[in-house]
């Protein structure tokens, strides 16, 4: 399957447009502009323009997303090491390539890497925010890969 339907701007309307603006005016685009959200004519980069395709779903999902990274406790370099993990594993090349700038910004190392491939002990609240973390990117890589983004 491929991307068919690249929804511009201009076209949306309604829950469509709502989304969009959801996810390009809020906490993902604040801060700095290590990751695009949108191509030079306006279209969601990523799989935010699939998310577009059933916009309750989408929005229920980016909603998820925007509150493990930016409403939890954990900090940057967790989060991005968490979002690498997942690229990794379920070879999303968009994923990774999108957050390794934003990883590097963060300031990750080769020894948080390895504390985290090592399976470092983390308390409970931590474990459970980070595997909330992990199982949402787990749920946005395989349809990455199906889509070929």
């Known amino acids: 399957m491929t991307r068919k339907h690249p929804f511009r701007p201009a076209d949306l ?19 700095p502009r290590l ?9 969601l980069l990523g799989l935010f323009n699939e998310f577009l395709l059933r916009p309750a779903l989408g929005d ?3 909603r998820v997303g925007a509150a493990v990274r930016y409403a939890g406790s ?6 991005e090491m968490a979002v690498l993990v997942v ?7 968009f994923e990774r ?8 910004a963060a300031g990750l190392t ?12 983390l308390d409970r609240e931590t474990v459970f925010e ?20």
Do not use: K, N
């Not at 390539?97 to 590097?104: D, L, M, P, S, Y």
């Not at 080769?110 to 002990?121: K, M, Q, W």
């Open 35 to 43: 990751l695009d959200l949108v191509s030079d004519d306006g279209v």
């Open 130 to 149: 980070l595997t909330t973390f992990v199982g949402y990117y787990a749920t946005l890589a395989p349809q990455m890969r199906v889509f070929r983004v």
């Open 97 to 104: 390539t999108a957050h390794e700038a934003v990883g590097r």
């Open 60 to 62: 229920a999902l980016q």
């Open 13 to 31: 309307d309604g829950d469509r447009l709502a989304l969009y603006r959801s996810i390009t005016e809020g906490p993902r685009a604040q801060g």
């Open 87 to 93: 690229a990794a594993h379920w070879d999303s090349a």
């Open 74 to 79: 954990l900090g940057g370099r967790a989060c």
């Open 110 to 121: 080769g020894a948080e890497l390895a504390a985290i491939a090592a399976d470092a002990p």
